[in-house]
């Protein structure tokens, strides 16, 4: 049964806002040494799938504007949050972390602003891409078999998501300066 867009307790907002609540308890796990962690690893695991989760769960019953505000949030959260908690503990840099967050911050408020008159800008393909290789970076980050040995990977896997955070920043700019 299809829910109303105006709805705020939806099963898909259940997922989300539980993603939210479960980041702190994620960030406190990080390892603090170039070790990794397997624990922190299957709940990066479990806190990313969940996005797929709700994503299925809002097609499956109907978006709402509560989901398309707070699904993006989330997101950044555990991303930029995982992120700046490896840079505090020395295994990111802060530069492209920074690039990375700078982006985030400057797109959402261009949505809250957008959003305020009316206009959705979901989020593109390149940009689930990127999402996906923020992903994979902070998974491969705190992997256990890939932390020392194999960091070229994880270091790769940032650097092509600051790619991609750039290139689709440029395209949201593009389209802005376009609709205006």
């Known amino acids: 049964m299809p ?14 806002v539980t993603r939210v609540l479960a980041s702190p308890f994620l960030f406190a796990i990080l390892p603090s040494d170039s070790r990794g962690s397997w624990v922190a690893l299957i709940v990066w695991v479990v806190l990313c799938s969940s996005d797929g989760i709700d994503g299925y769960l809002a097609r499956r019953h109907g ?3 509560s989901g398309a505000f707070l699904d993006p949030l989330a997101d950044k959260i555990l991303i930029l ?17 920074s690039i990375i967050a700078g982006r985030e ?35 491969f980050a705190i992997m256990p078999l890939t932390t020392t040995d194999v960091s070229w990977l994880w270091l790769g896997l940032l650097w092509a998501a600051v790619a991609l955070t750039l290139i ?3 395209q949201y700019a593009w389209h802005a300066v376009k609709a205006r």
């Open 3 to 16: 829910v109303d867009d105006n709805a705020i307790a939806t099963w898909a907002n259940v997922v989300t």
């Open 168 to 170: 689709t920043g440029a």
């Open 81 to 97: 949050g995982a992120m700046f908690t490896l840079v505090s503990r020395g295994i990111f840099w802060l530069l492209p972390v």
């Open 105 to 139: 911050i400057l797109i959402s408020a261009y949505r809250v602003v957008v959003g305020s008159r009316g206009v959705s800008v979901p989020a593109t393909r390149l940009a689930k891409w990127k999402t996906l290789f923020q992903q994979l970076a902070v998974g």
């Open 63 to 65: 978006t709402t504007r």
